[in-house]
């Protein structure tokens, strides 16, 4: 399997020639279905991992017992997107792109499970339909909004800093509207970065994907979606007074 495309294809899936005339409409639908796809998977694995950690209590009970596994899957986890993010050559390069991938998201999805189990079954299932919708919701709107949101990214990534601030100040003394109001404001945040990503992926922008970049398209989309459902759960879990 390779990621290699023709010259005419690159121009087109960067956004110079009308991708919509023949072979290069061709590519561009390929690049689309692999980005659907590798997200797709990602997400099928979170969720497995998650139902199998409410299904089956020992699987909550091995996580109790084997505490070392929460920092090894960080530093699996921040190795593995350093390795995606930073280098190209290894984001590019088949089958250690692949191979990197699926390390982030099996302890991506670790993680979220060892985090999730901590709330009661319904906030998770109702965050995850949440995310669900509001990610098929902004697609769609996407796809038909004309508008280029990708000169945001600056003002969003403050916005995000300035969050990230008030959590980690308040971390040790949480009061509920704060954190219920943090977790609106995250949920508006990477909900904008999902636009951007899927105009990045989708159009219209100035700075799309080129074909190349499958795999990072569908890891932006995995991170927006995960971050997404974590301010929801977020917020759902300390409604209560």
Known sequence: MSDSYSDEECSALSGSVDWMDGVVGRARVVFLRKVLAIFSSQVVVCGLMLCLTFRFPSLSLFMDSHPLLIPISVVCLL???????????????????????????????????????????????????????????????????????????????LGLSLCLTLLLLFFFSPVTPLTLSLSALGVFLFGMYLVIDLQLIFGPSRHPYTPEDSIMAALNLYLDGINLFLDLLGGLTNTKP
């Open 79 to 157: 190795l593995t997107l350093y390795s995606l993010v930073c280098c190209v050559r290894l984001q590019r390069r088949f089958p250690v792109n692949y191979l990197l991938l699926s390390l982030f998201t099996l302890s991506e999805a670790y993680l979220i499970s060892s985090l999730a189990r901590t709330s009661s079954p319904l906030p998770v299932l109702s965050a995850a339909l949440l995310s669900l919708i509001g990610t098929l919701s902004l697609t769609l709107s996407t796809c038909l909004c004309e508008s280029d949101f990708s000169a945001s990214t600056a003002s969003l990534a």
